[in-house]
């Protein structure tokens, strides 16, 4: 094989993989932004937070970080509980979750972020895992290991809570209040309980994400701060509340990614997910799968 | 007071503020009331799109750096005098706000969130990938040897350059607040639907106040390099420097110029108090975030906000 093709192969490969992480980072906020409706920009802070309890696990026992995220899960299922009661008592209901519910959720953000700071420092922290160091090779094509499984159990997620929303009661009792949250309640169903745990889902979805960014790189506090920008690329890409879109938007978001890093260097991927953000917002805002 | 008389009245006492201080003997203060003064701009800044209009610019700390960082390119390019890269940088941040608010505020309010947040990131980007104004290493944009006015020392200079920038930023929020224009955003901010309605011209007037706020961030960062002599891209592109400008007129309160002026005195001050007293620099940026979220979920009018309810009780 040529040596620049090999490269571009590569280059696909690996921003799929890294795009199927994108995917799992940005589906809290396909639920949450995209559905109900909560502009909850502290999403990746609950991310960063997955990331350090997995790794306090992983360091003090040993335990695969990935499964402890998902043992986990309950508990940031329980915050997230919290969070939305709080949110929906102190703005939603007063009708205030434009202006000072943003602010709430940045206070948040940045809450979380210094706590971190001031118990764990500005040390990248990383965590051991069996298949960390192994990549596998097929025909001059990379396959490094620590992006294959996080990608594998990230896609499982999100074709799960695709079909638990689409399958369940429950799950389009939430595709009920994204379209006509009245109608929902002429039915009998209280569109507050409903966004509660669609809410506390979505933070559940980002504790586990945090095991997959720990798994694919070191992690410092501030590093959610990166990731803001690319949820939101990736949601409104995607088009709004369409978790197929959001899957689709990650791959695409992931590829831009891995090329700009291949043929312009890393340090300007970041840039991309915003470019690919205001180019989304100014031509085509309601995404490639929205309504 | 019409917008004239506050307009002399606020410069008058600016000047003689500024002129008095420069009996204090503490070399300190100028270095402290420096760093509040500029949390005066950004607060008053913030609050002409965020407390006026209702639309939340999380991106503070971006175009203060882009102010800072013009300021840096033509040190190196020419050494420019002071006033001229004031008048650039503010400019620049303006038309970057320009930009930004063209693309995002015709769509729903909270995408102009999303994309200031993100646009600091991507400025961060861009600044530590370009050399010529020091990438990520950083940059020197020396004092000048010789300080104007018979001044003892530089920061006397930019001491009394941040005065007089506050007491612009005042005027003009004052200015839009007590006009026409201030009743439009206002409509904007309690329902942008009927303000479309009733002939406001809102697309107009959202980008209107998104230049002019954008611009006075950047002006308040324009003095910075020299300032510190040094600079770097973490220290421009400061998170404090977005969560303070929405948690001053937060905490102050948002429906008019005085609160922004509060929440910023106030807060600039304690956190300048812990910073000498404790030296802890991480606690400082907590006790804001736990300051913000304590106001907009307890107090959501702020301080400010107290202070009507107790005028309103005497009252009757």
Same mark, same amino acid.
């Given at each position: 094989?040529?040596?620049?093709?090999?490269?571009?192969?590569?280059?696909?490969?690996?921003?799929?993989?890294?795009?199927?992480?994108?995917?799992?980072?940005?589906?809290?906020?396909?639920?949450?932004?995209?559905?109900?409706?909560?502009?909850?920009?502290?999403?990746?802070?609950?991310?960063?937070?997955?990331?350090?309890?997995?790794?306090?696990?992983?360091?003090?026992?040993?335990?695969?970080?990935?499964?402890?995220?998902?043992?986990?899960?309950? *508990?940031?299922?329980?915050?997230?509980?919290?969070?939305?009661?709080?949110?929906?008592?102190?703005?939603?209901?007063?009708?205030?979750?434009?202006?000072?519910?943003?602010?709430?959720?940045?206070?948040?953000?940045?809450?979380?972020?210094?706590?971190?700071?001031?118990?764990? +420092?500005?040390?990248?922290?990383?965590?051991?895992?069996?298949?960390?160091?192994?990549?596998?090779?097929?025909?001059?094509?990379?396959?490094?290991?620590?992006?294959?499984?996080?990608?594998?159990?990230?896609?499982?997620?999100?074709?799960?809570?695709?079909?638990?929303?689409?399958?369940?009661?429950?799950?389009?009792?939430? *595709?009920?209040?994204?379209?006509?949250?009245?109608?929902?309640?002429?039915?009998?169903?209280?569109?507050?309980?409903?966004?509660?745990?669609?809410?506390?889902?979505?933070?559940?979805?980002?504790?586990?994400?945090?095991?997959?960014?720990?798994?694919?790189?070191?992690?410092?506090?501030?590093? +959610?701060?990166?990731?803001?920008? *690319?949820?939101?690329?990736?949601?409104?890409?995607?088009?709004?509340?369409?978790?197929?879109?959001?899957?689709?938007?990650?791959?695409?978001?992931?590829?831009?990614?891995?090329?700009?890093?291949?043929?312009?260097?890393?340090?300007?991927?970041?840039?991309?997910?915003?470019?690919?953000?205001?180019?989304?917002?100014?031509?085509?805002?309601?995404? *490639?799968?929205?309504? | 007071?019409?917008?004239?008389?506050? %307009?002399?009245?606020?410069?008058?006492?600016?000047?003689?503020? #500024?002129?008095?201080?420069?009996?204090?003997?503490?070399?300190?203060?100028?270095?402290?009331?420096?760093?509040? @003064?500029?949390?005066?701009?950004?607060?008053?800044? =913030?609050?002409?799109?965020?407390?006026?209009?209702?639309?939340?610019?999380?991106?503070? #700390? %971006?175009?203060?750096?882009?102010?800072?960082?013009?300021?840096?390119?033509?040190?190196?390019?020419?050494?420019?005098?002071?006033?001229?890269?004031?008048?650039?940088?503010?400019?620049?941040?303006?038309?970057?706000?320009?930009?930004?608010?063209?693309?995002?505020?015709?769509?729903?309010?909270?995408?102009? #969130?999303?994309?200031?947040?993100? &646009?600091?990131?991507?400025?961060?980007?861009?600044?530590?990938?370009?050399?010529?104004?020091?990438?990520? $290493?950083?940059?020197?944009?020396?004092?000048?040897?010789?300080?104007?006015?018979?001044?003892?020392?530089?920061?006397?200079?930019?001491?009394?350059?941040?005065?007089?920038?506050?007491?612009?930023?005042?005027?003009?929020?004052?200015?839009?607040?007590?006009?026409?224009?201030?009743?439009?955003?206002?409509?904007?901010?309690?329902?942008?639907?009927?303000?479309?309605?009733?002939?406001?011209?809102?697309?107009?007037?959202?980008?209107?106040?998104?230049?002019?706020?954008?611009?006075?961030?950047?002006?308040?960062?324009?003095?910075?390099?020299?300032?510190?002599?040094?600079?770097?891209?973490?220290?421009?592109?400061?998170?404090?420097?977005?969560?303070?400008?929405? %948690?001053?007129? &937060?905490?102050?309160?948002?429906?008019? =110029?005085?609160?922004?002026?509060?929440?910023?005195?106030? @807060?600039?001050?304690?956190?300048?108090?812990?910073?000498?007293?404790?030296?802890?620099?991480?606690?400082? &940026?907590?006790?804001?975030?736990?300051?913000?979220?304590?106001?907009?979920?307890?107090?959501?009018?702020?301080?400010?906000?107290?202070?009507?309810?107790?005028? $309103?009780?005497?009252?009757?």
């Amino acid at each position: 094989m040529e040596a620049s093709t090999a490269l571009v192969i590569n280059a696909i490969i690996a921003g799929l993989l890294l795009g199927g992480f994108y995917a799992a980072v940005s589906l809290g906020i396909s639920i949450s932004f995209g559905m109900l409706d909560v502009v909850n920009i502290a999403h990746p802070a609950f991310i960063i937070l997955g990331s350090y309890i997995a790794y306090i696990v992983n360091d003090r026992f040993g335990f695969d970080p990935i499964l402890v995220s998902l043992v986990l899960s309950p *508990l940031f299922f329980a915050l997230g509980m919290v969070l939305y009661r709080i949110y929906y008592l102190c703005f939603e209901k007063r009708g205030q979750e434009s202006l000072r519910g943003l602010a709430f959720f940045f206070g948040i953000l940045f809450i979380t972020e210094v706590t971190l700071v001031l118990i764990f +420092g500005v040390d990248y922290r990383m965590v051991s895992t069996v298949y960390g160091d192994v990549t596998w090779r097929a025909g001059g094509i990379d396959f490094p290991m620590r992006l294959v499984v996080p990608f594998l159990v990230s896609v499982t997620m999100v074709v799960g809570v695709q079909l638990f929303l689409t399958h369940t009661f429950f799950g389009r009792a939430v *595709l009920a209040v994204a379209q006509d949250q009245l109608a929902l309640r002429l039915m009998g169903v209280n569109p507050v309980r409903v966004k509660e745990l669609a809410f506390a889902l979505s933070i559940a979805t980002a504790g586990v994400a945090g095991s997959f960014l720990i798994v694919i790189q070191p992690v410092q506090p501030a590093i +959610g701060r990166e990731y803001i920008g *690319l949820v939101f690329a990736v949601c409104v890409l995607g088009g709004m509340g369409s978790i197929w879109g959001t899957l689709i938007g990650a791959l695409v978001l992931g590829i831009a990614e891995s090329f700009t890093s291949t043929f312009f260097g890393p340090s300007w991927a970041p840039a991309v997910s915003f470019g690919l953000l205001l180019a989304t917002l100014a031509f085509r805002p309601s995404g *490639l799968f929205g309504r | 007071m019409s917008n004239r008389v506050f %307009a002399v009245v606020a410069f008058a006492f600016a000047v003689a503020f #500024a002129a008095a201080s420069q009996l204090i003997p503490n070399e300190y203060f100028f270095t402290a009331a420096y760093t509040v @003064l500029q949390f005066v701009i950004l607060a008053t800044a =913030w609050n002409i799109l965020g407390g006026y209009t209702g639309y939340v610019n999380f991106g503070s #700390a %971006a175009f203060f750096a882009i102010g800072a960082y013009s300021t840096v390119a033509l040190y190196n390019a020419f050494k420019a005098p002071l006033p001229v890269m004031i008048v650039v940088g503010t400019l620049v941040a303006g038309l970057a706000g320009l930009g930004l608010g063209y693309l995002t505020l015709r769509l729903r309010g909270v995408f102009f #969130a999303i994309a200031s947040l993100a &646009l600091s990131v991507v400025l961060f980007t861009f600044i530590v990938n370009w050399d010529y104004v020091g990438g990520a $290493r950083g940059a020197y944009v020396l004092q000048p040897r010789e300080v104007p006015f018979g001044l003892p020392r530089y920061i006397h200079l930019l001491y009394i350059v941040m005065v007089l920038q506050a007491a612009v930023a005042l005027i003009v929020a004052r200015t839009i607040e007590k006009s026409t224009i201030g009743r439009g955003l206002a409509a904007i901010r309690d329902d942008e639907l009927a303000a479309e309605c009733s002939g406001v011209p809102t697309l107009r007037l959202k980008i209107f106040s998104t230049v002019v706020s954008c611009a006075l961030m950047g002006m308040a960062g324009t003095t910075f390099p020299l300032y510190l002599s040094f600079i770097e891209p973490s220290s421009a592109f400061s998170l404090s420097y977005a969560v303070n400008s929405i %948690a001053m007129p &937060l905490i102050g309160g948002m429906m008019s =110029w005085i609160g922004p002026l509060i929440g910023a005195i106030l @807060l600039g001050s304690v956190q300048q108090l812990v910073q000498v007293m404790f030296s802890l620099g991480a606690w400082n &940026l907590l006790i804001v975030g736990a300051l913000l979220v304590l106001f907009v979920t307890l107090a959501p009018n702020g301080i400010m906000g107290w202070v009507d309810a107790w005028r $309103r009780r005497k009252g009757r």
